[in-house]
Protein backbone atom coordinates (compact mmCIF):
# COMPACT_ATOMS: atom_id res chain seq x y z
CA UNK A 1 0.00 0.00 0.00
CA UNK A 2 0.98 3.77 -0.79
CA UNK A 3 -0.05 6.34 0.68
CA UNK A 4 0.40 9.73 -0.62
CA UNK A 5 0.37 13.34 0.47
CA UNK A 6 0.13 16.75 -1.49
CA UNK A 7 1.18 20.10 -0.05
CA UNK A 8 2.13 23.59 -1.61
CA UNK A 9 -0.84 24.97 -3.06
CA UNK A 10 -2.36 28.21 -2.72
CA UNK A 11 -3.59 31.38 -4.03
CA UNK A 12 -0.84 33.17 -6.81
CA UNK A 13 -1.34 35.98 -9.55
CA UNK A 14 -0.55 35.30 -12.81
CA UNK A 15 2.79 34.97 -13.74
CA UNK A 16 3.49 33.85 -10.21
CA UNK A 17 4.98 30.42 -9.43
CA UNK A 18 4.12 27.59 -6.95
CA UNK A 19 6.01 24.52 -6.12
CA UNK A 20 3.94 21.38 -4.99
CA UNK A 21 5.08 18.47 -3.20
CA UNK A 22 4.16 14.89 -2.70
CA UNK A 23 5.25 13.05 0.39
CA UNK A 24 5.20 8.96 -0.43
CA UNK A 25 4.67 5.95 2.14
CA UNK A 26 4.69 2.62 1.90
CA UNK A 27 6.88 2.13 -1.13
CA UNK A 28 9.96 4.04 -2.13
CA UNK A 29 10.03 6.36 -5.15
CA UNK A 30 12.76 4.21 -7.24
CA UNK A 31 10.10 1.15 -7.65
CA UNK A 32 7.25 3.68 -8.42
CA UNK A 33 6.63 5.98 -11.15
CA UNK A 34 4.88 8.70 -9.91
CA UNK A 35 2.29 11.56 -11.48
CA UNK A 36 0.84 14.69 -11.36
CA UNK A 37 -2.36 15.04 -12.85
CA UNK A 38 -5.36 18.03 -12.27
CA UNK A 39 -8.95 18.68 -12.37
CA UNK A 40 -10.73 21.53 -12.98
CA UNK A 41 -14.11 22.34 -12.21
CA UNK A 42 -16.62 21.01 -15.01
CA UNK A 43 -13.69 19.37 -16.74
CA UNK A 44 -12.34 15.80 -16.39
CA UNK A 45 -8.68 15.08 -14.88
CA UNK A 46 -5.81 15.21 -17.08
CA UNK A 47 -2.55 14.31 -16.94
CA UNK A 48 0.35 16.83 -15.70
CA UNK A 49 3.75 15.14 -15.88
CA UNK A 50 5.27 12.21 -14.42
CA UNK A 51 8.63 10.46 -13.47
CA UNK A 52 9.32 7.03 -13.35
CA UNK A 53 11.52 4.96 -10.95
CA UNK A 54 14.83 4.09 -13.13
CA UNK A 55 15.66 7.63 -13.58
CA UNK A 56 14.47 8.57 -16.88
CA UNK A 57 13.71 12.07 -17.66
CA UNK A 58 10.07 13.52 -16.68
CA UNK A 59 7.46 13.88 -19.14
CA UNK A 60 5.38 16.73 -19.52
CA UNK A 61 1.84 17.38 -20.82
CA UNK A 62 1.91 20.05 -23.71
CA UNK A 63 0.02 22.65 -21.44
CA UNK A 64 2.75 22.76 -19.04
CA UNK A 65 5.71 22.19 -20.97
CA UNK A 66 8.09 24.64 -20.43
CA UNK A 67 6.71 26.15 -17.64
CA UNK A 68 6.81 23.13 -15.13
CA UNK A 69 9.83 20.73 -13.65
CA UNK A 70 9.23 17.62 -12.12
CA UNK A 71 11.94 16.20 -9.94
CA UNK A 72 12.25 13.65 -7.10
CA UNK A 73 14.30 13.28 -4.13
CA UNK A 74 14.53 9.81 -3.13
CA UNK A 75 16.35 10.36 0.12
CA UNK A 76 12.98 12.35 1.41
CA UNK A 77 11.12 10.11 -0.73
CA UNK A 78 9.09 12.69 -1.92
CA UNK A 79 8.28 14.42 -5.56
CA UNK A 80 8.00 17.63 -6.65
CA UNK A 81 6.38 19.90 -9.53
CA UNK A 82 7.74 23.34 -9.49
CA UNK A 83 5.13 25.57 -11.89
CA UNK A 84 6.44 28.97 -13.20
CA UNK A 85 4.50 31.39 -15.48
CA UNK A 86 1.12 30.20 -14.22
CA UNK A 87 -2.44 31.09 -15.99
CA UNK A 88 -5.13 31.29 -14.53
CA UNK A 89 -6.43 27.69 -16.59
CA UNK A 90 -3.94 26.10 -14.13
CA UNK A 91 -6.49 26.29 -11.96
CA UNK A 92 -7.41 22.98 -10.82
CA UNK A 93 -6.62 20.93 -7.91
CA UNK A 94 -3.19 19.31 -8.49
CA UNK A 95 -3.75 15.24 -7.27
CA UNK A 96 0.07 13.29 -6.95
CA UNK A 97 0.04 9.08 -8.12
CA UNK A 98 1.63 5.95 -7.77
CA UNK A 99 2.43 3.30 -10.27
CA UNK A 100 3.57 0.35 -9.43
CA UNK A 101 4.77 0.17 -13.58
CA UNK A 102 7.96 1.80 -12.35
CA UNK A 103 9.65 2.08 -15.62
CA UNK A 104 6.50 3.34 -17.56
CA UNK A 105 6.42 6.87 -17.92
CA UNK A 106 3.83 7.86 -20.24
CA UNK A 107 0.19 10.09 -19.83
CA UNK A 108 -1.58 5.90 -20.69
CA UNK A 109 0.53 5.18 -17.60
CA UNK A 110 -2.03 2.79 -14.90
CA UNK A 111 -2.18 5.06 -11.38
CA UNK A 112 -3.13 2.82 -8.38
CA UNK A 113 -2.69 5.19 -5.35
CA UNK A 114 -3.43 8.53 -5.46
CA UNK A 115 -3.56 11.41 -2.73
CA UNK A 116 -5.89 13.70 -1.61
CA UNK A 117 -5.58 16.53 -4.09
CA UNK A 118 -4.40 20.30 -2.84
CA UNK A 119 -6.27 23.10 -4.61
CA UNK A 120 -3.87 25.31 -6.98
CA UNK A 121 -5.88 28.81 -8.01
CA UNK A 122 -4.31 31.46 -10.44
CA UNK A 123 -5.97 34.50 -10.24
CA UNK A 124 -5.84 37.12 -13.25
Known amino acids: QVQLVESGGGLVQAGGSLRLSCAAS????????MGWFRQAPGKEREFVAGIDGSGGSPVYADSVKGRSIMTRDNTKNTVYLQMNSLKPEDTAVYYCAASVYRRLNNPNTPYSYWGQGTQVTVSS
Open 26 to 33: GRTLSSLT
